[in-house]
Protein backbone atom coordinates (compact mmCIF):
# COMPACT_ATOMS: atom_id res chain seq x y z
CA UNK A 1 0.00 0.00 0.00
CA UNK A 2 1.17 3.27 -0.77
CA UNK A 3 1.07 6.07 1.77
CA UNK A 4 -1.16 8.37 -0.83
CA UNK A 5 -4.12 6.18 -0.48
CA UNK A 6 -4.28 6.89 2.89
CA UNK A 7 -7.07 9.38 4.26
CA UNK A 8 -8.03 11.06 8.04
CA UNK A 9 -10.82 12.69 8.51
CA UNK A 10 -12.32 14.09 12.15
CA UNK A 11 -15.81 14.84 13.01
CA UNK A 12 -17.48 16.59 15.85
CA UNK A 13 -21.46 16.80 17.09
CA UNK A 14 -23.22 18.08 20.09
CA UNK A 15 -26.92 17.60 20.85
CA UNK A 16 -28.89 19.26 23.97
CA UNK A 17 -30.85 16.60 26.09
CA UNK A 18 -34.10 16.73 26.31
CA UNK A 19 -37.12 15.00 28.73
CA UNK A 20 -39.42 13.33 26.28
CA UNK A 21 -36.79 11.97 23.58
CA UNK A 22 -35.27 8.72 22.98
CA UNK A 23 -31.12 8.43 23.97
CA UNK A 24 -30.11 6.64 20.62
CA UNK A 25 -26.28 6.34 20.76
CA UNK A 26 -24.27 4.48 18.31
CA UNK A 27 -27.82 3.08 17.29
CA UNK A 28 -28.71 1.64 20.43
CA UNK A 29 -31.57 2.85 22.35
CA UNK A 30 -30.63 3.73 26.65
CA UNK A 31 -32.81 3.99 28.87
CA UNK A 32 -32.30 7.61 30.39
CA UNK A 33 -34.68 10.39 31.74
CA UNK A 34 -33.44 12.49 28.67
CA UNK A 35 -32.28 11.85 24.84
CA UNK A 36 -30.84 14.01 22.64
CA UNK A 37 -33.08 16.36 20.95
CA UNK A 38 -32.32 17.54 17.18
CA UNK A 39 -33.72 17.09 13.12
CA UNK A 40 -33.11 12.96 13.17
CA UNK A 41 -32.49 10.56 15.70
CA UNK A 42 -29.45 12.79 17.04
CA UNK A 43 -27.03 10.37 17.56
CA UNK A 44 -23.82 11.93 18.24
CA UNK A 45 -21.73 9.15 17.74
CA UNK A 46 -23.45 8.19 14.31
CA UNK A 47 -23.29 11.68 13.11
CA UNK A 48 -19.52 12.49 14.18
CA UNK A 49 -18.00 9.27 12.66
CA UNK A 50 -20.31 10.32 9.45
CA UNK A 51 -18.43 13.24 9.04
CA UNK A 52 -15.21 12.06 10.16
CA UNK A 53 -15.88 9.76 7.00
CA UNK A 54 -17.19 12.28 4.43
CA UNK A 55 -14.01 14.72 5.36
CA UNK A 56 -11.47 11.46 5.22
CA UNK A 57 -12.91 11.40 1.04
CA UNK A 58 -13.05 15.06 0.94
CA UNK A 59 -16.92 14.35 0.02
CA UNK A 60 -18.47 17.73 2.33
CA UNK A 61 -20.53 17.28 5.67
CA UNK A 62 -23.67 15.44 7.07
CA UNK A 63 -25.56 18.97 6.30
CA UNK A 64 -24.51 18.91 2.55
CA UNK A 65 -25.89 15.23 2.33
CA UNK A 66 -28.53 15.14 4.34
CA UNK A 67 -30.37 18.87 5.21
CA UNK A 68 -32.72 19.46 7.55
CA UNK A 69 -35.70 18.85 5.06
CA UNK A 70 -38.73 16.60 5.50
CA UNK A 71 -36.74 14.03 3.68
CA UNK A 72 -34.35 13.50 6.38
CA UNK A 73 -36.61 13.93 9.70
CA UNK A 74 -36.23 11.28 12.26
CA UNK A 75 -33.36 9.55 10.47
CA UNK A 76 -31.38 7.01 12.09
CA UNK A 77 -27.79 7.28 12.85
CA UNK A 78 -27.27 3.96 11.61
CA UNK A 79 -29.26 4.86 7.98
CA UNK A 80 -27.30 7.74 7.86
CA UNK A 81 -23.95 5.57 8.14
CA UNK A 82 -24.99 3.15 5.78
CA UNK A 83 -26.01 5.79 3.15
CA UNK A 84 -22.34 7.47 3.65
CA UNK A 85 -20.47 4.29 3.40
CA UNK A 86 -22.28 3.68 -0.39
CA UNK A 87 -20.81 7.05 -0.99
CA UNK A 88 -17.26 6.33 0.33
CA UNK A 89 -17.04 3.21 -1.65
CA UNK A 90 -18.38 4.83 -4.68
CA UNK A 91 -15.49 7.76 -4.26
CA UNK A 92 -12.70 4.69 -3.62
CA UNK A 93 -12.32 4.03 -0.09
CA UNK A 94 -12.59 1.60 2.14
CA UNK A 95 -12.78 2.26 5.50
CA UNK A 96 -9.60 1.03 7.40
CA UNK A 97 -10.01 1.81 11.11
CA UNK A 98 -12.43 4.00 13.47
CA UNK A 99 -11.66 5.78 17.11
CA UNK A 100 -14.60 7.34 18.77
CA UNK A 101 -15.58 9.02 21.96
CA UNK A 102 -18.92 10.17 23.85
CA UNK A 103 -18.37 13.11 26.20
CA UNK A 104 -21.71 12.05 28.43
CA UNK A 105 -21.77 13.08 32.30
CA UNK A 106 -24.51 10.70 32.58
CA UNK A 107 -26.09 7.42 32.39
CA UNK A 108 -23.00 4.99 32.22
CA UNK A 109 -22.00 3.84 28.77
CA UNK A 110 -19.64 1.10 29.25
CA UNK A 111 -21.80 -1.69 29.22
CA UNK A 112 -22.95 -0.18 25.57
CA UNK A 113 -19.77 -0.14 24.30
CA UNK A 114 -19.74 -3.36 22.00
CA UNK A 115 -23.58 -2.68 20.43
CA UNK A 116 -22.29 0.71 19.61
CA UNK A 117 -19.31 -0.92 18.12
CA UNK A 118 -21.11 -3.56 16.03
CA UNK A 119 -24.23 -1.57 15.02
CA UNK A 120 -21.48 1.28 13.46
CA UNK A 121 -19.85 -1.25 11.91
CA UNK A 122 -22.36 -3.11 11.05
CA UNK A 123 -23.67 -0.22 9.11
CA UNK A 124 -20.55 0.36 7.55
CA UNK A 125 -20.21 -3.22 6.18
CA UNK A 126 -17.10 -3.56 8.15
CA UNK A 127 -15.66 -5.59 10.99
CA UNK A 128 -16.61 -4.62 14.67
CA UNK A 129 -12.61 -5.03 15.67
CA UNK A 130 -12.30 -1.78 13.11
CA UNK A 131 -14.61 0.38 15.81
CA UNK A 132 -13.24 1.34 18.82
CA UNK A 133 -16.18 3.06 21.26
CA UNK A 134 -14.75 4.95 24.40
CA UNK A 135 -16.45 7.20 26.88
CA UNK A 136 -15.87 9.94 29.26
CA UNK A 137 -17.60 12.74 31.46
CA UNK A 138 -18.23 16.85 31.86
CA UNK A 139 -17.30 16.22 35.13
CA UNK A 140 -19.49 18.76 36.16
CA UNK A 141 -18.51 21.54 33.72
CA UNK A 142 -19.76 23.09 30.40
CA UNK A 143 -23.13 21.78 28.79
CA UNK A 144 -22.34 18.14 29.12
CA UNK A 145 -21.05 18.27 32.40
CA UNK A 146 -24.56 20.22 33.90
CA UNK A 147 -26.50 17.39 31.50
CA UNK A 148 -27.85 20.01 29.07
CA UNK A 149 -26.50 18.34 26.04
CA UNK A 150 -24.13 15.67 24.87
CA UNK A 151 -21.24 15.30 22.29
CA UNK A 152 -18.92 13.17 20.17
CA UNK A 153 -16.27 13.00 18.23
CA UNK A 154 -14.59 10.20 16.06
CA UNK A 155 -11.60 9.82 13.99
CA UNK A 156 -11.66 7.34 11.12
CA UNK A 157 -8.40 6.11 8.38
CA UNK A 158 -9.40 5.55 4.82
CA UNK A 159 -7.63 3.82 2.28
CA UNK A 160 -7.92 4.33 -1.38
CA UNK A 161 -8.69 0.98 -2.85
CA UNK A 162 -8.59 0.00 -6.69
CA UNK A 163 -11.92 0.40 -8.82
CA UNK A 164 -12.45 -1.58 -11.49
CA UNK A 165 -15.70 0.05 -12.48
Keep these: ?27 VEIEHHKGLDGHS ?5 AHALGDALLGA ?25 KNISELIIRAGYEVVNVDS ?28 GKVSVKFTRGEGMGAVGTEEAMEARAVVLLNKFENDN
Design 1 to 27: MEAEGYRIGIGYDIHPLLKGRKLILGG
Design 41 to 45: DADVL
Design 57 to 81: ANLGDLGQHFPETEEWRDLSGLILL
Design 101 to 128: IVNAESPGLAAYRLDMARNMAGALGIDA
